[in-house]
């Protein structure tokens, strides 16, 4: 005989609903990462299931074929930069999620047109919403590599210690269309926390949104793409969306494009508990590791080499807020990291005040012999043996390489 669910558990419907009911208040982006991130989950004969339902409903949409025209024609893309700074953050929020992997030259055009536009976020606290879903897609996009992601991280790490550090201003009551600023700037002008000429006169502005608040009072979504921005959920429930958007990166070691087997499938759900949400909205592009800008064969991964002491380097970066850098860590050896300077971190376009933690960081690592001979004088002379054990516990957690005995001799 049917029975029907056990008191106090949920409909399947009932989940359904409440997932919709989140995607409501999402914005367009937001969806998207969110989509991506569940469909990294499923098997290789759901995705090409879904995929056939996909083509199937698009097969007669001819607008989405002449977007996809437009989007992937490099010449196109290049002449977007004689438009206004709005248009051009328009077309990129449009045309970026149809570029199609290995098409180089206008992926290209795309980069180059993007770190302008970030360039311009960041020193005038303008576009906010629209870098961070921009940041989304590439960082998510089958089309970029392991190196424009490291990059792009880069890029994130410099709009967010702007906006934590308080660099905002009172929007305009009204925002005009075109204001005579639509320079750009050429590439070797712009970096990270540059604007190109024509820009730092014009006062900093929204695009008509909603400032960002770095708090968890911020109003419902926003969306500056054209999906529900009326169906947000209370911002008591739901953290800032901007940073939502962020977090909700897929943190699966697949590269874009590539679905795990029904066997990694399971074993990932054995060592997945409910209680630790893969989608937390704490979480950062870069905070757990390597994991989102990996890309799978075609760079070395030091965080997951046997025996390369880096495996513990994403949560001692984590214990020093300086997770944001994770990607950059995961290029080094170990014996690079501890001879790691702030002229090699600034090359790297890692902010002053970040590099100089790093620095610091990394001569408590070196420092680290010294202070287990002191701590071991000390309990032999009768010392408090608490604070030693107290040093002894916060050295652990640092990144140790394991002593070879093999090593020692050959060298």
Request: aromatic content about 6%; charged content about 20%.
């Amino acid at each position: 005989p049917h029975r029907g669910p056990r008191p106090g558990t949920m409909m399947f419907r009932d989940q359904v609903g409440i997932l919709a009911g989140w995607f409501k208040g999402w914005n367009e982006c937001e969806q998207t990462v969110a989509l991506l991130s569940l469909l990294k989950r499923v098997t290789r004969t759901q995705a090409r299931f879904l995929q056939l339902c996909l083509e199937h409903s698009l097969a007669d949409c001819n607008d989405i074929h002449l977007l996809e025209s437009e989007a992937n024609s490099a010449a196109i893309v290049s002449q977007w930069q004689q438009e206004s700074k709005e248009k051009v953050v328009s077309l990129l929020l449009s045309h970026l999620p149809l570029l199609q992997p290995g098409n180089t030259e206008a992926k290209s055009e795309y980069m180059r047109l993007l770190q302008k536009v970030l360039a311009y976020s960041i020193e005038s606290n303008a576009f906010i919403e629209e870098s961070r879903q921009l940041l989304s897609y590439a960082l998510i996009h089958p089309a970029t590599t392991l190196e424009d992601r490291n990059a792009l991280a880069l890029w994130l790490s410099h709009l967010e210690e702007r906006l934590a550090s308080g660099f905002r201003t009172r929007p305009e009551p009204t925002y005009h269309s075109r204001q005579g600023s639509d320079e750009w700037g050429s590439p070797a002008e712009l970096g990270p926390g540059e604007a190109g000429p024509g820009w730092q006169d014009k006062p900093p502005r929204e695009n008509g949104h909603v400032p960002f608040h770095p708090s968890s009072s911020v109003p419902p979504a926003i969306n500056s793409i054209g999906s529900n921005a009326n169906a947000g959920l209370p911002c008591q429930i739901h953290p800032s969306p901007l940073k939502r958007s962020m977090s909700l990166i897929p943190t699966s070691p697949q590269a874009p494009g590539e679905w795990p087997s029904p066997e990694e499938l399971g074993a990932r759900a054995a060592f997945t508990t409910p209680d630790h949400a893969p989608l937390s909205p704490q979480s950062s592009v870069a905070s757990s590791g390597s994991e989102q800008t990996e890309e799978q064969g075609s760079s070395r991964n030091t965080f997951q080499e046997d025996g390369s002491g880096m495996k513990d380097v994403p949560s001692w970066l984590k214990s020093l807020r300086l997770h944001k850098y994770a990607a950059l860590f995961s290029q080094m050896s170990y014996e690079e990291m501890m001879t790691l300077t702030e002229q090699h971190l600034e090359s790297q376009n890692v902010t002053k005040g970040a590099r100089h933690k790093i620095a610091l960081s990394i001569q408590k690592l070196r420092e680290r012999q010294s202070v287990l001979k002191s701590l071991e004088k000390d309990v032999l002379e009768g010392g408090n043996l608490r604070n030693a054990l107290q040093e002894l516990q916060q050295i652990i957690i640092t990144p140790i390489k394991a002593y070879s005995v093999l090593q020692a001799t050959v060298a």
